[in-house]
DNA sequence: CCTTGTCCCGACCGATCGTTCGGTTACTCT
DNA sequence: AGAGTAACCGAACGATCGGTCGGGACAAGG
């Protein structure tokens, strides 16, 4: 039988030790070397189990891709309100990005030099977009300031939103993810509300 | 006369070529190979200016922290409520990013792989910790929102401004530093102070 | 037993890495 | 004109890069 398996590595488990050194390293500044060290098998071994060094790249921003892309699909992000689905959506993605935290770190790094990386920026603007659209549509309907523009304060949410991914580490007695969810509404919408409570 | 100069290259005008070429590429990512063909001179030649790629890592990521470091410096971030001073440092530190970006934005994506990198990330959090000083004084005065940690609170503001240099780009027709600089203060205070009219 | 296929290894590939070196050009100063 | 030197170059260095190759260890199925 071929379900029968033994306890080596699988294409997954080793992309959760790649991702992590990707991210302490650098993509470029990781050898299959330092994978090699990392995961405790001879540098040829890993490719037994992927095509090469970019396909973990790819496996890894396609998983935090994924990830942010469903949250677009998931109901309280399609109906409502554009400001209530905003805010779910702030609010979600930060739960994502903190549940996949090593995925989503790299993919917020990529900055172009291949293919793959080139892809992965491609499909961050798509996302960006779509949110920025939802953003527009709250503010047609007159339920975010409107004295800067839509474009900018995008760009500032994901900004801080963003940000957590250099920070946040999930150790033990720490925040968990709703909390950090609720103090980035908190924030971002506090700020951004016409005449608000400070209450999301 | 030493004063006397040709159109060649000095350290300084290399250094312009080799910041953008690592934001571009990445430090890691960039060659020395990459960096003659971007100068218009041969590989060895760099090396008549400059002791080796990391110097000019080093230069960059100092002009940087000069200009951040200098902010606290300055009358208005020392005198005064710290409310108020905070403020000030935080359209200052938009300002500064802006007027030296692609020295900041080399400085914001150090990874620590060489002694260099290790001594940015040193000094950065050096800076982070004055900020978050600030607020906390802000927040013993009653001047800001409680009801969120300050070490959270710091962070989110800082990945805020941070991410301009993802984005902010002196295109001609754009927004200068001084526009930036208010939507980032009107949106970070307008959630942050306690109760306000949303105005700096 | 022997085959089959998974998993892994050391040795090695050509290419590229950052850096060094000896030497040439071209400008400055006398 | 001649000396001095800043600026530059091609060629090459040892090291390391991502990736390949042939084969060995080991378990499962016959």
Same mark, same amino acid.
């Given at each position: 039988m071929t379900t029968a398996k033994r306890d080596t590595y699988t294409p997954e488990t080793l992309l959760n030790v790649a991702v992590q050194?990707?991210?302490?390293? #650098?993509?470029? %500044?990781?050898?299959? +070397?330092?994978?090699?060290?990392?995961?405790?098998?001879?540098?040829?071994?890993? $490719?037994?189990?992927?095509?090469?060094?970019?396909?973990?790249?790819?496996?890894?921003?396609?998983?935090?891709?994924? #990830?942010?892309? %469903?949250?677009?699909? +998931?109901?309280?992000?399609r109906v409502g309100r554009p400001v209530e689905r905003?805010? $779910?959506?702030?609010?979600?993605?930060?739960?994502?990005?903190?549940?996949?935290?090593?995925y989503v770190t790299l993919l917020l790094r990529v900055r172009g030099n291949t293919d793959t990386e080139r892809w992965a920026l491609e499909?961050?603007?798509e996302f960006d977009h779509r949110v920025a659209e939802l953003l527009k549509a709250a503010a047609a309907d007159g339920d975010v300031r409107e004295d800067i523009e839509v474009r900018l304060v995008t760009r500032l949410v994901f900004g801080m939103i963003n940000s957590i991914v250099e920070w946040y580490r999930p150790d033990g007695r720490g925040m968990n993810e709703r909390e950090v969810a609720d103090a980035v509404a908190q924030l971002a919408f506090g700020g951004l509300r016409k005449a608000g409570d400070g209450r999301g």
């Open positions: 050194v990707f991210n302490e390293r #650098g993509y470029d %500044g990781t050898s299959m +070397e330092h994978l090699s060290k990392a995961a405790g098998i001879s540098k040829s071994s890993i $490719y037994h189990h992927v095509a090469g060094k970019e396909e973990l790249l790819r496996r890894a921003v396609s998983r935090a891709l994924d #990830g942010l892309f %469903g949250i677009l699909d +998931e109901e309280d992000a905003l805010e $779910y959506v702030v609010r979600r993605m930060v739960e994502v990005l903190i549940a996949e935290l090593p499909r961050r603007r």
